[in-house]
Structure formats: C-alpha cells, structure tokens
C-alpha cells in the first residue's frame, strides 16, 4: 500500500500485561524489528537497540480546544527515529495506565510530517480481567482506554470464572461494541491479532465490519466466527448499557444526501467532538456507485471513496459513534435527516 | 534570469552521495559537511575530497554551526563538535545516555537539550543547566551578550547562563519549537506546532502573531541586511518585515517564488538579498529580493528537500535530501 512505518498504540493498567505482550511482540521469531517508545525504561526484559523513553507531553493546540491535543515527545521522537529508516519495521508506543490515547492518536492525522512517514495501525488495550470490572467502575481512563481501542485483550482470563468472564466481556462490549476482544493469559494472542492490523486503513475499514456490525443483530456477518468472545455481546448490549460511555449506531437503506450529510457531521464533531472518542462509516450516497467511507477522532475526521458497491451488496449506510454522554436523539434525527 | 542561467547552475553542481537521508547541511569555511541522519558527517573539501567522518552511535538529531565548529547531537547522547579538518571531539555525554533534540553554538558556547534538561558548556568550559517546563523545541543563542533562548510549550525562556538570575519566561500558548533571534537582537520569533510563527519584541515583550502558513514551518533565516525573516512552510517564499522598531506588527509579508510544492527550507546568502529555497518536490529556487527573480538551482526530485546553505561568502551553495540526494552548486 504505502511504505508508511505502522504504529501499534499499546494502552492498558499498571500490571495488566502490556509489558508481558511487548516482550512477546520484542522476542518472538517473526523477523520484523521494532522500535519501541516506553515510559518505563527498564521494564523491557528484551535487548533492544531503539527503545526510546517518552515523556508523555500532552499539548493543546492553539485553538484552545482541550479535545485537539497531541504528544509533543512523539512528534520529536518520530522524527528523530526517522533519521534511522531502515533500521526497523514497525514502531510501538506504549502508554501509560492513566494516559489517555486520543492525543497519541489524533497526533498522527494532525503532524503533517509525522503523517506523511507513518500510520497508525491500531489501539491495542490490554485489561486484566480481575481487576477490570472495578477499574471501569471507579478509573475513568480503563474506561477511556477500552472505547477507544481497536483490540482488547481480556488477560489473566484463568483469574476469574467463566461467569465473571461472561461479565466482563458484556461490559467491555456495551462500551466498545467493534473492537475485535481477544480472552487471553500471558497475552497469548496470535501476534496477527494486535499486529497488523489496519484499523485506521480506510481501504481496510470493510475489515471491522462484522465486529462493527453486530452491535444492533444486523443482517450479514461475514466472517463471524473468528472472534470467540463476540458472540456474546448481542445480548451483552442490552444488558449493559454503560451509563457515561456509549455508542450509537445507525443506519439505513436510504440513500444518503452528501451536500446534507458532510454539512451535519462536520456540525456535529465541532459542537460534540469533545464527547466523540471514535466514530466509523460506510455511507452510500444518493447516484454515488462508490462506498465512501470514514473515521474520526473527537474533531478529526478522515474520509474517502473507497470502491464501487459490488452488485451483490446491499447498499446501506452505517455508522457508529462511541463517546461519553452522547446526544443519541439528536445524532439519530441528525442523521435521518440527511437521507434523500 | 533565464533559462541560459539555469542551465549553467545545473552545469556548475558537484553531485554528492550521501548513501542516506541528509538531515542538515552546514559549511566549515568552505568545506560543506552534510550531516547524514545516521552515524556520520560527510565532508566534501573544496579539492573535491569526500571524507566520511563517523561521529555518533546512531542517530543524529540536531546540527548547528558557527563555520569553524559542527555541533552534532545523537541519540547515543552525545554532543559533538567538529571542525573542517574532520577533527571530532566530545562536547558531553549525556549521564543517562537520553537523546540530545537540539543544540546551538555561539559567543564561544555549545549549548544542547536533553527532554526538560537544558545546558550550556561556556568559552571557558564551564558547564551550566537550566530545567524547563516541557522538552525543548528549539535552542538559539542571542546575537550578543551570552544569552539563550529555549523554546517549549507556552512560550520560550530566556536564560542568561552566567547570571544567577532566574530565567526570564516569555508566555505564549502552544508547542513553540525552532527559535531565533533577529540579528539586532531585538526580536525573538518561534515556529509553532500550528502552521505559524509567534515573535515577541524582547524591549516590551509585545506580541506578533505571523499567520496564514499552509503547514507546519520548519525553516526560518534573516537576511544579510537582517531587515527580513525568510520562512517555509508556504507554496512560495515568505519574507517578514524587521527593518522598523515594529517589526512585522501590523504589516503584511511579502510573497516570492509561488511554486507547485510546498517550500521546506530556506537559506538567505550572506551578503547579496538573495534567498535560496527548497521546496517539497525537491526543486531549489534561487530568488533574488530586489525583483523577484527566480533561477532554478536544481530541479525537482524524487524526495524533498532536507538541508540548504550557503559558505560564508555566498560562492557555494550545498543541498541535501531526504532519499539521499546532495550537491553543491558554484556560483563563483
Ligand atoms: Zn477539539
């Protein structure tokens, strides 16, 4: 696709297993070199020549807005990894358990420089399965960290029971519905799964579909059955619907008005963005034979025509926002404003 | 200028092969030294000898020079310094190795960062540190007196190293990173995380704001006169007014050289108002003030441009890459 270095955000509490899935990742024979950005120096059981210590610089920008916001170490030490092109394959940020992953995120669509040499592959949160139904109690970040993820890994899955696991796994699914969620101990995961993931590809985005889709028991799953713990989270959603953070997921059959739509998610993210961790979509547009698709963080949105609408595709619009006390009715009429 | 002139510039380039991306290009009198963003320098003498000079474990991050010395700092947390006769020395080594982001050289002294940590090792090699709210940005010594600026988030602080003062901060909202002073050091301007530069009129600390850039800027020179501060970070050159008290408040840049690609770096020769510029699509431009006229001193290329200068009497002017392209052009 592009020769874009891919970035793997690793987020999760103190002790839940980030160290052990980076070492995994650091040791593991799949000929692939990684520079690693950590907070902790010394954590890392693996000799590794580009290991970078961080900071954690959050910066607002000059707008003022406190969800437009950036690691300022990041940018400089990406820029300063890319003096060494060559020397590795993939870069991995690890963040700390209180951090907050939208400024690491939304700092590769707001650099210009660090943009055009990298990508971000996805936001991985590792969540001990014990400790993580009181974290999202009592932590707002472990909550924050779980939306905002494109794969969970439920660790230290021997811990707990089956019911509990059950459990958890419905509360984790009643934040972040399209996550792929992987139940693991030691983080034995397919490196596969965290790695390489593509999550904020829009060429890839038809990829999350069958996570993404099934919040609300949609009509075609494609490739269901990969994911052991999602099927559960149908009924997961009605039991637990997280009273801060939600999603929203919409969609329709009608075509879409794009000089209606753009005007009113443009709308929605300068007045909600703050509340918007992630939002998702694939929208057809009235006489458009493209899908187009999009992503956003908070204010930023990415999007673009992705392919033609193959003849055996049901040509329907579906989006999902995930935030924190969402405005649902007024998104759903928002939206349903914008059909044809 | 005509394309007869470009034709000759073209002519009159001596091609260099880095074998990497060119992160600065500085000259030790009329030696370009082309610091490579691995490892070593690569001197090319005005005798046409190259010599490769292997300085740092790793990565270099920051370069400045006053022509005589090429500071370097690494990611093996080294400060170097070397001179035209490949002749390298340890500046300091960081105690716990971090990265060294940025350096500056004048009034005799190195000064380098390391995160938060500030420090400066005087003529008499006297070591000094100063701690600052958030990682510098950016490092620039005054023009006269012994005096640093450090910018960093919210603002920039002006430290006085032989002072026991405390630094003097300057507030501003935003991640501010590369700085530099005018040449009469009555102003001090920052590039920001936001496509714009911020100035501050150091008698009153009044503000100016200098918008409407299309992306981050990167580079900032001031010509021979000093009556302009050249800048990227536009689809032409722009050029801000210093020449009176005010400096650029209130008033409007001037606008050169609009182009295809983005400018990225630029170099103001030392003695002539003329501006070299490189731009995203790996053309250089050579734009005369008086007119405006443009020649071409290299064609555009496959990567953008990384690093301009000039010597310091104007007769050579070095460029480099990012895939690794280099040349000097004889304007002599
Ligand atoms: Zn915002």
């Given at each position: 696709m592009t020769d874009k270095i891919p970035v793997t955000v690793l987020t999760g509490y103190l002790g839940a297993g980030k160290t052990t899935l980076l070492n995994r990742i650091l040791s593991e024979p799949h000929g692939k070199k990684y520079a690693v950005i950590v907070n902790e120096f010394g954590e890392i059981g693996i000799d590794n020549e580009l290991i970078v210590g961080a900071d954690e610089e959050v910066f607002e920008m000059n707008n003022g807005c406190i969800c437009c916001t950036v690691r300022g170490d990041l940018i400089r030490i990406i820029d300063g990894l890319m003096r060494r092109k060559g020397k590795f394959d993939a870069i991995i940020v690890e963040t700390t358990g209180l951090a907050d992953p939208a400024p690491v995120a939304q700092t590769f669509f707001v650099d210009e420089a660090v943009g055009r040499r990298t990508r971000l592959d996805a936001v991985v949160a590792v969540a001990d399965a014990k400790w993580l139904k009181d974290r999202l109690k009592d932590a707002p970040e472990a909550k924050n960290q779980i939306a905002f993820a494109d794969v969970i890994l439920v660790n230290?899955?021997?811990?707990?029971?089956?019911?509990?696991?059950?459990?958890?796994?419905?509360?984790?699914?009643?934040?972040?519905?399209?996550?792929?969620?992987?139940?693991?101990?030691?983080?034995?995961?397919?490196?596969?799964?965290?790695?390489?993931?593509?999550?904020?590809?829009?060429?890839?985005?038809?990829?999350?579909?069958?996570?993404?889709?099934?919040?609300?028991?949609?009509?075609?799953?494609?490739?269901?059955?990969?994911?052991?713990?999602?099927?559960?989270?149908?009924?997961?959603?009605?039991?637990?619907?997280?009273?801060?953070?939600?999603?929203?997921?919409?969609?329709?059959?009608?075509?879409?008005?794009?000089?209606?739509?753009?005007?009113?998610?443009?709308?929605?993210?300068?007045?909600?963005?703050?509340?918007?961790?992630?939002?998702?979509?694939?929208?057809?547009?009235?006489?458009?034979?493209?899908?187009?698709?999009?992503?956003?963080?908070?204010?930023?949105?990415?999007?673009?025509?992705?392919?033609?609408?193959?003849?055996?595709?049901?040509?329907?619009?579906?989006?999902?926002?995930?935030?924190?006390?969402?405005?649902?009715?007024?998104?759903?009429?928002?939206?349903?404003?914008?059909q044809v | 200028m005509t394309d007869a002139d470009t034709a000759s510039l073209t002519e009159r380039t001596r091609a260099i092969v880095p074998g990497g991306l060119v992160a600065a290009v500085h000259f030790l009198k009329d030696t370009a030294a082309f610091v490579l963003g691995e490892a070593a320098l690569l001197l090319a003498a005005p005798n046409r000898e190259q010599r490769r000079v292997a300085i740092h474990d790793g990565g270099i991050l920051a370069a400045a020079c006053d022509g005589q010395r090429l500071v370097t700092g690494g990611d093996d947390g080294k400060v170097m310094a070397t001179d035209a006769g490949a002749d390298s020395t340890i500046v300091a080594v960081d105690p716990k190795r971090r990265w060294i982001d940025q350096v500056a050289i004048g009034s005799g002294a190195v000064a380098w960062s390391a995160g938060r940590q500030v420090f400066v090792k005087t003529a008499k090699s006297e070591e000094r540190t100063t701690d600052v709210p958030s990682s510098a940005g950016g490092l620039a010594f005054a023009p006269k007196g012994f005096r640093l600026a450090i910018a960093h988030y919210n603002g920039a602080t002006l430290w006085f190293p032989n002072a026991a003062a405390a630094p003097e901060r300057l507030e501003w909202k935003g991640s501010h990173l590369a700085v530099t002073f005018s040449p009469d050091g009555k102003f001090l301007v920052t590039a920001m995380q936001e496509p714009m530069l911020h100035g501050w009129r150091l008698a009153d600390a009044k503000h100016m704001r200098m918008a409407g850039y299309a992306a981050k800027v990167r580079s900032l020179d001031w010509t021979a006169d000093g009556d302009w501060l050249a800048t990227g970070g536009s689809n032409q050159l722009i050029l801000w007014p210093f020449a009176g008290k005010d400096g650029p408040l209130g008033k409007m840049p001037r606008m050169l050289a609009p182009a295809q690609g983005l400018a990225v770096e630029v170099a103001c020769h030392p003695r002539q108002p003329v501006v070299a510029v490189g731009f995203a699509d790996g053309l250089v431009l050579l734009v005369r003030l008086d007119d405006g006229a443009e020649i071409v001193a290299r064609r555009p290329g496959a990567a953008p441009v990384s690093a301009l200068a000039w010597n310091a009497t104007g007769s050579l002017l070095a460029f480099g890459t990012e895939d690794g392209e280099a040349g000097i052009v004889d304007l002599g």
């Open positions: 230290k899955t021997d811990l707990v029971t089956p019911e509990e696991l059950r459990e958890i796994e419905m509360r984790v699914r009643a934040i972040n519905p399209y996550a792929r969620l992987h139940r693991t101990q030691r983080c034995s995961v397919p490196l596969g799964d965290v790695l390489a993931r593509n999550a904020f590809d829009l060429e890839r985005i038809l990829d999350l579909e069958p996570a993404f889709l099934g919040s609300d028991g949609g009509a075609h799953h494609p490739d269901h059955g990969r994911d052991g713990a999602h099927a559960h989270h149908h009924d997961g959603m009605a039991h637990y619907h997280d009273e801060e953070i939600q999603s929203v997921s919409l969609r329709t059959e009608e075509p879409l008005d794009p000089d209606k739509f753009f005007p009113w998610v443009q709308d929605l993210v300068a007045k909600d963005g703050p509340s918007i961790l992630r939002c998702k979509g694939i929208l057809a547009f009235q006489g458009d034979p493209q899908r187009f698709v999009f992503q956003g963080i908070h204010m930023i949105l990415d999007g673009d025509h992705q392919r033609p609408w193959r003849e055996d595709e049901k040509r329907e619009s579906r989006i999902v926002f995930i935030g924190r006390n969402l405005p649902e009715e007024n998104i759903r009429r928002g939206f349903a404003a914008c | -």
